[in-house]
């Protein structure tokens, strides 16, 4: 059967310690969690198929969020101020919270690459926000 979206919860902190309720983002719309691999190109001059061979290369990963910008939560104070300095920080998405353990979701470490505010003359100020992986996802 497949998950609901609307449970997911997303917390953002600058240790890897189990994500607990004041590491949760306010205001997350939108959530997603991207893994890829570089594919390498093998084929040997020896080959007569015709067809490419391929294997797996370094793997990589991001994890992109939008929502409603809310200034006085902390996890996206952090994530502000780790775009700026540089620093780490660990994203935790549970797309199943009432899971058991190793069956919620996925913790990274991450950069910050982009943090972004819009705001329209009548609507909210919209918050996003896109992370890349600098070591292999674990499972929460």
């Known amino acids: 059967m497949a998950a609901a979206g609307h449970p997911t919860k997303v917390y953002v902190k600058a240790t890897n310690a189990a994500a607990v309720s004041g590491d949760e983002v306010a205001g997350i719309k939108s959530c997603t969690n991207g ?10 001059f020896k080959d007569t198929s015709g067809w490419r061979q391929k294997m797996n290369g370094l793997l990589d990963g991001t994890v992109e969020m939008s929502g409603l910008a809310e200034f006085a939560d902390a996890p996206q104070a952090l994530i502000r101020s780790s775009m700026l300095s540089g620093a780490s920080i660990w994203v935790t998405i549970e797309f199943n919270p009432s899971g058991s353990a190793g069956q919620k979701g996925f913790q990274m470490e991450c950069k910050v690459a982009s943090a972004n505010f819009a705001s329209e003359l009548e609507g909210t100020v919209d918050f996003d926000a896109s992370f890349q992986f600098t070591a292999a996802p674990v499972a929460v």
């Open 35 to 44: 893994h890829s691999a570089d594919l390498l190109d093998v084929t040997t």
